[in-house]
């Protein structure tokens, strides 16, 4: 018998729109503007949470992204948020690092409500094939 390797979570109230990713697609909720800050803050995993003004680094991209042009995608039965390059790259939210943070640099993060960090290592820019 087949065992799910995580728990199926229930969709977002919001309507969704296939959109083309690099591996084929990806269903992405169409979150009303005024809402979008509330979202942010119930989605994000860790302290603290950036303002939607905030610039951060998305490690699969090496690129920087305006925080509020996050997107959250359904994948995999999960909601998940993720930079907007996601559809390019991968990037979720445990990608995103402080704008002046370089490839090859290392990340501590508190994770929300809880006593445990996450350190995230970069290996360094992305191959150049």
């Not at 005024?34 to 994000?44: D, F, P, Q, T």
């Not at 925080?67 to 994948?75: N, P």
């Amino acid at each position: 018998m087949d065992e799910l390797l995580f728990a199926v979570e229930p969709p977002l109230p919001y309507p969704t729109r296939r959109i083309p990713a690099a591996w084929g697609s990806v269903e992405e909720y169409e979150i009303p503007a005024n809402e979008r800050a509330g979202v942010l803050k119930r989605m994000y995993p860790f302290e603290p949470i950036p303002n939607m003004g905030d610039t951060m680094y998305d490690l699969h991209e090496e690129k920087t992204f305006r925080v509020s042009d996050f997107l959250v995608v359904r994948d995999c039965g999960m909601n998940m948020l993720v930079s907007p390059y996601y559809p390019q790259s991968g990037g979720t939210v445990i990608d995103w690092m402080p704008q002046k943070f370089t490839a090859g640099g290392c990340h501590r993060r508190k994770i929300r409500g809880r006593a445990e960090e996450m350190v995230t290592y970069s290996f360094g820019p992305k191959a150049k094939f």
